[in-house]
């Protein structure tokens, strides 16, 4: 008996790591995260739409029950350290906010060595102007979007939420961002220190302008900054500097550090098997409940 379990169990740990070398990490969560139930009172209402003039694509998720109105909307960006990624990988963070009631987009984008700043933002500047022309036909408000990321996709969140140039250049007026929630990205990051941050800005003019911080103004959305203590991929610092840029402007800001996260931690705690290590998406979703005046059982 003995020798059967240790034989079964050296075969699941072979079938695991054998998935692990063809699937990535946040891939594998999502799978995880749909056998723990993740996917249970939503549906992924769209797959691969093309959207913008470089043959990007996005996702959109949404709830299954019908709701009395049209219901507010989060566009997500995954990380990836400008050089990977996949929409389908994310499914968990979409299930995530679907199931708390938004309508969710989940753009991809192109990716490093291919394209270098700032076609990452012109990518997100197209998915926005997709959702404001096209969400409502999946049930979702444009006028009440928010933005959230992470990593890399936190930066995209930043920046189209404070640097005005990307929005206004596809024809989007640039409130249409009602609220930002970027975890754990690079906001005042420049001189660049890591290899992937030198090769994605490589060739910038004048850097000041690829960093989140120097756009910080008094009118800026609302934006709760979340990041990690333990987090060493990206420092809390980012956070902790743009939080007190905006906040001497008077600009409506929140700073969440979580105690002892890491840089991965905080995205993994949105999914269903990591949900009780940290209050990452309770925290995401009040926000932005609050900001947009919404109560969730009025839907």
């Known amino acids: 008996m003995k020798r059967w379990l240790l034989g079964t169990a050296l075969a699941l740990l072979l079938v695991v790591a054998s998935i692990a070398a063809f699937v990535s990490p946040p891939a594998i969560l999502s799978l995880l995260d749909a056998v723990a139930g993740g996917g249970i009172g939503v549906e992924r209402a769209a797959n691969a739409v093309a959207f913008g003039t470089h ?85 979702g408000d444009p006028r009440q979007v928010a933005l959230s990321g992470h990593s890399a996709g936190a930066y995209t969140v ?23 929630v970027p975890l754990c990205g690079p906001y005042n990051f420049y001189p660049w220190t890591s290899d992937r941050a030198r090769e994605a800005f490589k060739g910038v003019v004048d850097p000041v302008m690829t960093q989140p911080i120097h756009f910080a103004r008094s009118d800026a959305p609302p934006m709760l900054l979340i990041t990690g203590t333990a987090d ?37 705690a949105v999914s269903v098997p990591f949900r009780r290590r940290s209050t990452v998406l309770a925290d995401s979703v009040g926000f932005i409940n609050r900001v947009l005046d919404r109560n969730p059982s009025a839907q």
């Open 55 to 139: 043959g990007q694509t996005l996702d959109v998720w949404r709830p299954v029950a019908s709701a009395k109105r049209p219901r507010p909307v989060i566009i997500f960006w995954y990380g990836g350290g400008w050089v990977k990624g996949d929409r389908a990988a994310y499914a968990f963070a979409a299930r995530a906010f679907a199931k708390a009631g938004f309508i969710v987009v989940v753009p991809d984008y192109r990716k490093v060595p291919a394209i270098r700043f700032p076609a990452m933002l012109q990518d997100g500047a197209q998915a926005v102007r997709w959702t404001r022309d096209h969400v409502a036909t999946f049930g």
């Open 232 to 268: 060493t991929t990206v420092r809390p610092r980012n956070a902790i500097h743009l939080d007190a840029a905006l906040r001497a402007l008077g600009a409506p800001v929140s700073l969440k550090n979580y105690p002892g996260q890491t840089h991965e931690a905080i995205v993994m």
């Open 158 to 180: 930043a920046m189209l939420a404070l640097d005005q140039r990307w929005l206004r250049a596809e024809g989007v007026d640039p409130r249409i961002v009602r609220a930002a």
